[in-house]
């Protein structure tokens, strides 16, 4: 599509998903998020996401998002595109809140699929929905294929057709955590007119996403081995593999870990590797997340010793 706005993520970026550290009254300690940003800023990174899933976005109030990504952006100052999280309790809400986030700095959203996408045939409402985000607020769009055990929903390959019309539209992040899926949307996406970019959120598959057809990613994980994880994504863009996969099988002790079952517990274990790591000062997560046991504990102090990253 001629008309299609500019997509502002360079290939085989890694875009980390970040946290949002807390006090112990569960709000927002910009303290902490503005020595952690600093450290994120500090790698070759193409981009920020923020509020999103690992976040906890889902459990922040909208004021919160806003000064979020205010204070993000300001921080950034325009190094590397921020990108918030947007969810939203209906579609007219949507629109408002993608004004707003845009007014506070973001250069993209990461649209969270709605409650109402659930149940097939569901191509009709996924569509409007982004649609009216596209006609009314001129900013780039990540469509979100997410798997449900984190509260997701996963698009039909004509839903993802529909999509990649919009002009907004510039990307897909897709986080089935099921390799089949994600060719089949990778084969999908390349048959396209309108072609999207394909960012991974497999965190359980990473190098094999970037090999089979992803762009980039858009990582919980990412936010961790962070120096690594570039590299990873730099040698897979000059095609050599052999030496992407040497630094993917050295990391993947630590994301097995992180993302062990039940891997809502991600967020938890990612604050308190980073504590360990002394990048984070707590390890609050609002509830209903619960804290982890202390033999999980263990478990990430472990591989992050054998890592060299504590």
């Not at 299609?4 to 949002?20: D, E, G, R």
């Not at 112990?24 to 981009?47: H, P, R, T, V």
């Amino acid at each position: 599509m001629s008309n299609k706005i500019s997509n502002p993520f360079k290939p085989y970026c890694l875009i980390p998903a970040i946290l949002t550290p807390m006090k112990a009254d569960y709000s927002i300690d910009l303290d902490q998020m503005e020595k952690y940003l600093k450290w994120l800023l500090s790698f070759d990174i193409g981009g920020l996401a923020v509020a999103v899933d690992t976040g906890e976005g889902p459990s922040l109030y909208k004021h919160e998002k806003l000064e979020l990504i205010k204070f993000v952006s300001q921080i950034v100052k325009g190094r590397v595109p921020v990108v918030a999280g947007l969810q939203a309790i209906n579609t007219m809400d949507a629109v408002e809140t993608a004004k707003q986030l845009k007014e506070v700095g973001a250069d993209a959203l990461l649209v969270f699929p709605h409650p109402s996408f659930i149940g097939y045939p569901n191509e009709d409402v996924v569509y409007h929905y982004h649609k009216a985000l596209s006609d009314n607020v001129e900013i780039p769009l990540i469509a979100f294929n997410l798997q449900p055990a984190l509260g997701g929903v996963e698009y039909s390959v004509k839903a993802i057709e529909m999509l990649s019309s919009l002009k907004t539209v510039v990307a897909i992040k897709e986080a089935s955590f099921d390799a089949k899926k994600f060719i089949d949307i990778v084969r999908t996406i390349n048959k396209l007119k309108n072609k999207i970019m394909v960012l991974t959120g497999n965190d359980n598959f990473i190098y094999e996403s970037l090999v089979l057809g992803a762009e980039g990613g858009l990582l919980g994980f990412g936010t961790i081995a962070v120096k690594e994880q570039v590299e990873m994504f730099n040698l897979v863009a000059k095609k050599k593999y052999p030496e992407a996969l040497e630094i993917w099988e050295l990391i993947l002790p630590l994301e097995e870990v992180i993302f062990a079952p039940p891997v809502r517990n991600y967020r938890v274990r990612l604050k308190e590797a980073l504590t360990m790591m002394g990048v984070l000062e707590t390890t609050y997560a609002r509830p209903p997340l619960q804290p982890i046991s202390n033999e999980e504990r263990e478990k990430i102090r472990a591989v992050l010793k054998q890592l060299k990253l504590i």
